[in-house]
């Protein structure tokens, strides 16, 4: 099984400043999946990436395959920002089957 | 285009009462998944559907049943609560296809409370 490691658990910024996630894994994966849970509960995802960088917006996602680390960046981060992030790895599971394994998440807090 | 919906949103049980979870999605994905979140733990998967007609175990499948009514719709059943199982689910959905991963759209979720 492969283990998701987040960091850090909680991340207070003042807004404007620049703020990265990281994630780690333990086994080698098909894709990486950052994923953003708003405070009302919804989870929608930001990125999927299986190699390089992946940019949209004041959003960057790195992966480092060799080392199974990857990144999340937020620059001149702002209140709305405030969310968890939830890191999610893919395996391959065999027959065209796919199986997710998520990471506990990173709770941002922005102030204005 | 409603994506992934969830009903209930809320919902709170006695020990023992039992309930269906109904999930239904719009983009005519092939897969469609049940997750549990609990505090301090990442989603966990439940059961899944990789396509209308299957469905299979995951993570933590014991006190839960799955239905695939069709390929809208993904059912998860409580028979009989119990306080464990208080917790947040999650639907999600994908279309699954045999050399790639797609990325799975989530429901809003419903949060579950057994007394």
């Known amino acids: 099984k492969n283990e998701v490691e987040q960091s850090p658990q909680n991340l207070t910024a003042q807004e404007g400043e620049f703020i990265t996630i990281n994630c780690s894994y333990s086994?080698?994966?098909?894709?990486l999946h950052w994923l953003q849970q708003h405070p009302g509960g919804g989870i929608v995802s930001l990125f999927m990436?299986?190699?390089g960088k992946k940019k949209h917006g004041r959003l960057i996602a790195t992966i480092n395959i060799q080392e199974k680390h990857s990144s999340l960046h937020i620059t001149a981060s702002h209140p709305r920002d405030s969310a968890v992030y939830i890191c999610?790895?893919?395996?391959?599971?065999?027959?065209?089957?796919?199986?997710?394994?998520f990471g506990k998440g990173t709770k941002l807090s922005v102030i204005p | 285009n409603a994506g992934v919906t969830q009903t209930p949103k809320f919902q709170v049980l006695k020990t023992g009462q039992s309930m269906t979870l109904q999930c239904a999605q719009d983009?005519?994905?092939?897969?469609m998944y049940w997750y549990r979140q609990d505090p301090g733990m990442g989603l966990r998967l439940i059961y899944y559907?990789?396509?209308?007609?299957?469905?299979d175990k995951g993570e933590v499948p014991n006190g839960y049943n799955v239905s695939r009514l069709n390929k809208r719709e993904f059912s998860l059943r409580l028979e009989s609560a119990a306080p464990s199982q208080t917790s947040v689910y999650f639907c999600?959905?994908?279309?699954?296809?045999?050399?790639?991963?797609?990325?799975?759209?989530f429901g809003p979720g419903t949060r579950l409370t057994v007394l």
């Open positions: 999600a959905s994908t279309q699954r296809t045999p050399r790639s991963y797609n990325e799975q759209f």
């Open positions: 086994v080698g994966i098909s894709a």
């Open positions: 990436l299986s190699s």
């Open positions: 999610a790895v893919v395996s391959h599971s065999g027959a065209g089957s796919y199986q997710l394994t």
């Open positions: 983009m005519n994905h092939n897969s």
């Open positions: 559907s990789a396509s209308e007609g299957t469905t």
